[in-house]
Structure formats: structure tokens, C-alpha cells
């Protein structure tokens, strides 16, 4: 669970995860999907089936799968949600909720933040950041 204060780093990093979002979604509705790795770098995608819904049990077994690359090489990976920002708080508890599985599991602490166009947001501790308008870093 993410709390106050954020680290300057993790801040940094979500804010780059929203970027990214915005500038791949734009105006335009993509599906939801689950990522894991380090935002603008090495990350791991798995779009989100719209018309199925998955138990804990296979949720967390995606995110054990999707952690192991990473960990095998030692790096804890982050855990985003992108989605809309019209999305479903129940959906994102319950990815949430298999990354409290999966850690343990894997013998590491994972954090899930929830990406839209223009925010991040724990959704356990309710943690985030919001922007009018999301910028594009200078080149």
C-alpha cells in the first residue's frame, strides 16, 4: 500500500505510467489492462478480457507469471492498472487484492496503483495524484 509521503522516485515513475497512458489512449476507449515492470522501460502487458470475469485465484496466478521475469533478474516490478477513468472500483480492488496474494507469494511486497489519462491512485490506502492536464516531459 502506497501512502503519504510518496517517495520523489515512485512519484516520478507514476507520473511517467500516466503520461504513457495518455499519450497511447489519447481520446480514444482502450480496454483495461494490467502492467508490471518499470513505466517507459521494461514492462510486461496483459489486456484484460472485457466480457469475463476472473477469480482471485487466476488473477494472482497473471500476476505471479508476469513478476517472475523481473524478479529472476532482481527487480521488484511495479503493479498499474490502466484503464478509463470512468472504470470500476471493484475491478480495481480486486486486482489489488491478488497483488496482496501474489507478493507474499513470490516473497516480495507489491504495490497496484489504478493509471487513467491523468491520474494514479492506490486504490487500498486511496493515495494518488491528479492533473488537468498531463504534459509531455521536455525532450
Known sequence: MIEEPVPTLLERVLRRAV???????????LPPSL????PGADERRFAIPPDQTLDLALRTEVLEAMCRDPLARDVVPLVWLTRAPDGHDLEDL??????????????????????TRRSWRDPRSGVGRRWTRVRRPPS
Do not use: Y
Request: charged residues 20%; contains cysteine.
Open 35 to 38: 502492467h508490471v515492470g518499470i
Open 94 to 115: 480486486a486486482w489489488a487484492a491478488a497483488a496482496g496474494c501474489a507478493g507474499p507469494e513470490l516473497g516480495v511486497r507489491l504495490d497496484l496503483v489504478v493509471v
Open 19 to 29: 503520461r504513457d497512458h495518455a499519450a497511447t489512449e489519447g481520446r480514444g476507449r
